[in-house]
């Protein structure tokens, strides 16, 4: 190779590489631009997920609020029904009560109903004579 072609070849090789230097540093600036916004875009990221843990954490406290409050109601809608079991017993007692008295009381009309089937068909002039007789 000649001196000419070398110093050509070198000339070339020189350009490329102010060439090449010049398109890095475009790189470069481009990279870092795209560093920045990388590095923003991840403190939103990271802002926005410590927002979104404090909303979840709140959410779960009115939630555990509401839970304690449906325990309360549990609790006296328990409390409700209890006293309404001790109704029905007492109601049950007050049924059995009455039924035992209700059969004393059908007793007591099969007793008047055999006395009226003989004292029915007496006719007035023997319950006076029963009546009016001396006892004795």
Do not use: C, W
């Not at 920045?36 to 909303?55: K, N, P």
């Not at 006296?76 to 006293?83: E, G, S, W, Y």
């Not at 009560?97 to 209700?102: C, H, K, L, N, P």
């Amino acid at each position: 190779m000649t001196n000419k072609n070398l110093e050509e070849r070198v000339v070339t090789l020189e350009a490329e590489s102010y060439r090449n230097t010049r398109r890095f540093a475009a790189i470069d600036d481009q990279f870092g631009l795209l560093r920045g916004a990388v590095d923003e875009l991840s403190a939103d990221l990271r802002e926005h997920r410590q927002d979104t843990r404090e909303q979840f954490a709140a959410v779960n406290q009115r939630l555990d609020r509401i839970d304690e409050r449906f325990d309360g109601i549990d609790g006296r809608l328990d409390r409700i029904d209890q006293r309404f079991d001790g109704f029905n017993g007492r109601l049950d007692g007050m049924d059995r009560r009455f039924a035992g008295i209700d059969g004393r009381l059908d007793g007591m009309d099969g007793l008047l109903r055999q006395i009226l089937a003989v004292v029915t068909p007496a006719t007035p002039e023997v319950v006076r004579q029963h009546v009016a007789a001396p006892v004795g």
